[in-house]
């Protein structure tokens, strides 16, 4: 069964700072790979979509990275502002699913200070 | 600019009540999911749908829970009786394709919490 697992749980930098978030999958039979942004109490927004023939998706000062052979994807996020501060969720759709859903991880809640 | 539109936005019920959630996807998306999202999770499958047909509910409690999308267009989840574990957030998405399992990206509504007392 698939398993999603993000680290750190939580990251606090100052502004300006280059991040990375990691993302780690133990199945590597995937279609895709998507990093998904969530503000407090609200839904999940789409960031970067990376199919699994792709090695990385840029859009804006985000980066995302997949090494389907190691199980592996990394958000790099280029000098981060407080706006960007949110939960960045990781989530794979796996050969080994009934249906074709997302499977997530648990997240990373980044703070940017200001 | 095209949205996955749900309601209501907040439900507090007490427990052993029915409760429902509504879900319209973007127009012309043929795969709609519903998401449950316990605090501090990520978010867990309860049920998809490709058109107006099941594709997976191995995950939905269906001693009280139920979904359906009629027409393949918009789609409502109930819940009888809650219990107050279900307090989470109801989570609906859609992409326009599932194809071969590729589900192309997913557009999530804003998402309707649940608190049950």
């Known amino acids: 069964k698939q398993e999603v697992t993000q680290i750190p749980a939580a990251l606090s930098v100052p502004e300006g700072e280059n991040l990375v978030l990691n993302c780690s999958f133990t199945?590597?039979?995937?279609?895709?790979l998507q990093w998904f942004r969530q503000d407090p109490g609200k839904g999940l927004t789409s960031l970067l979509l990376i199919q699994s023939s792709q090695r990385e998706q840029t859009s804006g000062r985000l980066n995302a990275s997949l090494d389907k052979s190691s199980g592996r994807s990394t958000l790099y996020i280029a000098a981060s502002q407080p706006g960007d501060s949110a939960t960045y969720l990781c989530?794979?759709?796996?050969?080994?699913?009934?249906?074709?859903?997302?499977?997530f991880g648990k997240g990373t809640t980044l703070s940017v200070s200001s | 600019e095209a949205e996955v539109a749900q309601s209501p936005r907040y439900k507090i019920t007490e427990k052993s009540q029915a409760v429902a959630f509504w879900c319209d996807p973007i127009s012309g998306h043929a795969t709609l999911y519903w998401y449950r999202q316990i605090l501090g999770q990520g978010p867990e499958l309860l049920v998809q749908?490709?058109?107006?047909?099941?594709?997976?509910d191995s995950q939905l409690p269906k001693d009280r829970f139920s979904a359906e999308r009629l027409k393949g267009v918009d789609s409502t989840l109930k819940i009888q009786p809650a219990e107050l574990g279900d307090s989470a957030m109801y989570l609906c998405?859609?992409?326009?394709?599932?194809?071969?399992?590729?589900?192309?990206?997913?557009?999530f509504g804003e998402g309707s919490r649940l608190t049950v007392l």
């Open positions: 989530a794979v759709t796996s050969y080994d699913q009934a249906g074709t859903a997302l499977i």
């Open positions: 199945d590597s039979a995937i279609y895709n």
């Open positions: 749908f490709q058109d107006e047909s099941v594709v997976d």
């Open positions: 998405a859609s992409s326009l394709f599932a194809l071969g399992g590729n589900t192309g990206e997913l557009f």
